[in-house]
């Protein structure tokens, strides 16, 4: 018998899962996002690339440091976090 049958039974039938939408620019992350909507998700993360800027996502990871997950190399934090370009593109996106 399984477990879940012992506890009660089941409690749910299914979970909500999340993924990812990228591209190096707006029009490539508005194409990504509609093929996942398409594909059903209702929760979907948007990053898009800053025309100008060689990152504009990251972490932190110690003082002043942003840690970039795709390629694990440190860049300043004052460029991914405080950059009035990344704010006023985004805004712009939005």
């Known amino acids: ?4 049958q012992l506890l009660g039974g089941a ?7 999340y993924c990812h939408t990228t591209g190096h620019t707006i029009d490539d992350v508005l ?3 509609a093929r996942h909507k398409e594909q059903g ?12 800027m060689k990152t504009t996502y990251g972490m932190a990871k110690g003082k ?3 840690y970039e ?3 694990k190399r440190p860049v300043a934090g004052r ?6 370009k990344v ?3 985004y805004a712009k996106a939005v």
């Open 1 to 4: 018998m399984p477990l879940y």
């Open 11 to 17: 409690s749910r039938e299914g979970v909500m899962v």
């Open 31 to 33: 194409e990504d996002y």
């Open 41 to 52: 998700f209702k929760a979907i993360r948007v990053q898009c690339g800053v025309p100008g």
């Open 64 to 66: 002043g440091l942003a």
């Open 69 to 71: 997950t795709r390629d």
């Open 79 to 84: 460029t991914i976090v405080v950059n009035g």
């Open 87 to 89: 704010s006023r593109f």
